[in-house]
């Protein structure tokens, strides 16, 4: 078996007395897209943000590409405090920032879209190919780094081109409809030229047109740039339409794994979507 | 098209030409010509006459170019009846009262016409640019020179330019902070104060020393260095300054910042005037006696050349990323963008700006005491960054430039009691030009949140478009 492309080793995130994730174990081989689906609540945006180094976990580790890149154990008042379902701690100590995971080849886009407000399209995308500059301060304030730059140009003008934004370059990023915004987000994503991408829900708003339409985008972008996705939906056709494997947590727990169709009959699924009937 | 620019561009270096030879001539010629204008040698006969002579002889002699003048005007007002000026003798006196001037302008329309060659030869659209940025900072200085020499350096208007351009610089820098990086600092003047001592204490005249720093047995510092070392030096010790705040506090959310640099800005100005350190600072007394710039060009060149640094930095990609930052630090976090570091980048190259313009600032007043840097004067570069626009670099000049003339010059008659006929004005007396300029601030704070530019820049290109015209540009400065 090949190394999978993003393994999570019981990831543990607890704020204050509450375990937002608790134990999730999971892992997304190459080439795959994995959809993370649960209730409102469940705890999926905080999962990605423990992969992507905006929270560190309380627990457990995250292995990208074989390398390990966070790694944590409850350590002082955590220590008394921690609820956890699984209590064995590992023993390194890795902590990264965001911007160093971006570096490796993680990129992301957000629930709530963020895009750079006062900047226009092209230059949203075009702040995203920073990341890997050659040139420094000096070199670059003094355009001795004119090749790269004119190289970084290019590579963001692709990418708009590759989301079909080209004709919309120099309208400022925030002037965009909705879902134009949202390709936007993700055309930035890919400007840093990652080799996994993380979607968290990327359909959030939009109508059942523009979402047949994304998901068309998602498996195309995916060839096209040889990309392993790993996404957070709650549009069911969606997910149930591109994706190779699904997650399933509810509080914080992982409570189906499988193929979509396994999934759709998944009993625990289904009380956790649409609750118990109790007599 | 082309063949256009290129012939304009002859006529132009012809006319250079021809003004570079005139004022060159006219300038070693004055004897010459006072024997032309007065061809029968009354001169010589006259006792009154030779006099006045003689003095234009020795003043000219002295190489007092002021002098000269003035002499050459008291013998020509008193002898006009007997001088005989044909217009051969007037155009020579023209160019040896504005030779420089003339030579100035000459150097102005050479550059214009190199400029209209590059734009005619060059393909490149950003060549053009470059182009005309070329010719509008040529303009700019050639108006400072000719207005230098024809107001005279110690007029309210040269004041007013001076003081405008440091300003501008130092408004600038803190714009790069607060404008183009969002993080909000107050220490402005601080760095001004390292800055500007730092480039005292290092060009203060050997020879004067002793007497500086009488109380100090004069002084620890005793070798003088060039003034631009000593200015570059002033802001490496700034930015040093920076980086060791910055070490803490930027790893903060950024209203932490705000608090530190206030606090930074009050402590170094009392450790500045600490008795203990009199050998290097002179506690609390004045550092004066080192050099200063004699000319108003000295600060426009050295402010321009900083603003156009600091202008091509934030159009590179260190620029965007730092506006990345200003508009939301977690995105930008997440396309790979450190936080810190760029942060840091930025507060430290800020400082450094700050530290030249203190530097400037102390030729400009020809005195230092660390006293006078309070953070009064980091609010007034704050607001003359709002009242030009977060975010505009051009709106930043321009705003100093306004609020300097506005507060040493236009609003000086609200300081002074005013009587019309029997009725004496209102109000009218010392003081109340601050009051008159902190309603105007409010006012524009209230209702003008944007400022002049709001976050755009002033450019040739978007005059152009405003005339309903094409044409390519740059922006200003």
Redesign the interface.
């Known amino acids: 078996m090949t190394e999978p492309v993003l393994a999570l080793k019981h990831i543990t995130m607890q704020f204050g007395g509450v375990v937002a994730v608790d134990n999730l174990t999971m892992h997304i081989n190459k080439d795959e897209i994995v959809a993370l689906i649960g209730p409102n609540g469940a705890g999926k945006t905080t999962a990605f943000n423990c992969i992507t180094g905006v929270y560190t976990p309380t627990n457990g580790q995250v292995y990208y590409e074989g390398q390990l890149i966070v790694s944590n154990r409850p350590e002082g008042k955590m220590k008394a405090l921690y609820a956890g379902s699984y209590k064995e701690y590992p023993r390194e100590v890795v902590v990264n920032t965001p911007d160093r995971i971006t570096k490796k080849g993680v990129a992301r886009t957000f629930q709530n879209i963020r895009l750079f407000k006062t900047q226009t399209v092209f230059e949203n995308v075009l702040i995203a190919t920073h990341l890997h500059k050659t040139s420094n301060l000096f070199t670059a304030a003094l355009r001795f780094n004119h090749k790269e730059e004119r190289q970084m140009r290019e590579h963001a003008m692709y990418m708009l081109e590759a989301v079909g934004l080209t004709a919309m370059k120099d309208e400022l990023a925030t002037s965009l409809p909705y879902g134009m915004q949202r390709r936007l987000e993700i055309a930035r994503a890919l400007a840093t030229r990652p080799r996994l991408l993380l979607l968290d829900e990327p359909a959030a708003g939009m109508n059942p047109q523009e979402t047949e339409s994304l998901a068309r985008f998602i498996v195309d972008i995916r060839q096209r740039f040889d990309l392993t996705i790993f996404l957070i939906e709650h549009h069911m056709d969606l997910v149930m339409d591109i994706s190779d494997r699904i997650y399933v947590i509810d509080f914080g727990r992982q409570i189906a794994t499988g193929i979509p169709e396994e999934i759709q009959d998944n009993q625990d699924v289904i009380t956790a979507y649409l609750g118990v009937y109790e007599e | 098209m082309k063949t256009l620019k290129i012939v304009l561009a002859a006529l132009l270096v012809a006319c250079a030409v021809l003004l570079l030879v005139f004022s060159l001539q006219a300038r070693d010629s004055l004897p010459g010509i006072l024997d032309r204008m007065d061809p029968q040698q009354l001169a010589d006969q006259d006792t009154q006459m030779k006099k006045a002579r003689d003095r234009v002889d020795n003043a000219l002699l002295e190489g007092d170019r002021e002098k000269t003048l003035r002499s050459l005007d008291r013998y020509m007002e008193g002898f006009r009846e007997q001088l005989t000026l044909d217009s051969q003798v007037q155009m020579d006196l023209f160019f040896f009262r504005n030779g420089p001037s003339m030579i100035a302008l000459a150097l102005f329309l050479l550059v214009v016409a190199g400029a209209l060659v590059l734009a005619a030869f060059s393909r490149r659209a950003k060549v053009k640019k470059s182009a005309l940025y070329l010719c509008l900072a040529a303009a700019v200085y050639a108006a400072v020179y000719i207005l230098e020499n024809t107001v005279g350096g110690n007029s309210m208007l040269m004041t007013v330019l001076k003081k405008g351009a440091i300003y501008a610089l130092i408004a600038v820098s803190m714009n790069l902070l607060n404008g183009f990086t969002g993080l909000f600092s107050l220490g402005q003047a601080g760095f001004m104060l390292i800055g500007a001592y730092t480039y005292a204490i290092f060009t203060i005249e050997t020879a004067s020393r002793n007497q500086v720093y009488q109380y100090y047995g004069g002084g620890l510092v005793q070798f003088m260095l060039p003034p631009l070392v000593a200015i570059v030096l002033a802001g490496l010790a700034a930015a040093f300054f920076a980086f060791l705040i910055g070490l803490p506090v930027l790893r903060l959310k950024s209203d932490y910042l705000a608090i530190a640099t206030l606090g930074f800005a009050e402590i170094i100005r009392a450790v500045f005037q600490y008795d203990g350190l009199g050998p290097i600072t002179n506690g609390s007394n004045l550092l004066r006696k080192f050099t200063v710039f004699g000319t108003a060009l000295y600060p426009f060149v050295v402010a321009g050349v900083c603003i156009a640094?600091i202008a091509?930095?934030i159009h590179?990609?260190?620029g965007?990323?730092f506006?990345?930052i200003?508009?939301?630090e977690?995105?930008?976090?997440?396309?790979?963008?450190?936080?810190y570091r760029h942060k840091q980048?930025a507060f430290v190259?800020s400082s450094f700006f700050a530290g030249v313009g203190g530097a400037l600032l102390a030729m400009y007043q020809t005195t230092v005491q660390a006293a006078a840097f309070t953070s009064a004067m980091t609010y007034e570069i704050l607001l003359i960054v709002v009242i030009g626009g977060m975010?505009s670099i051009s709106g930043s000049v321009m705003a100093s430039f306004l609020f300097v003339a506005a507060s040493e010059w236009w609003l000086r008659f609200l300081d002074n009691k005013t009587v019309i006929g029997s009725f004496e004005v209102p109000l009218l007396r010392s003081g109340f030009r601050m009051v008159a300029f902190s309603v105007v601030i409010m006012l524009v704070v209230l209702f003008y949140r944007q400022g002049i530019m709001g976050?755009k820049e002033l450019s040739l290109s978007r005059i152009a478009r405003r005339l309903g015209r094409r044409k390519e540009g740059g922006s200003h400065d």
């Open positions: 640094l091509l930095l590179s990609t260190y965007r990323a506006k990345a200003r508009d939301d977690i995105a930008a976090e997440a396309m790979g963008i450190n936080l980048m190259i975010g976050d």
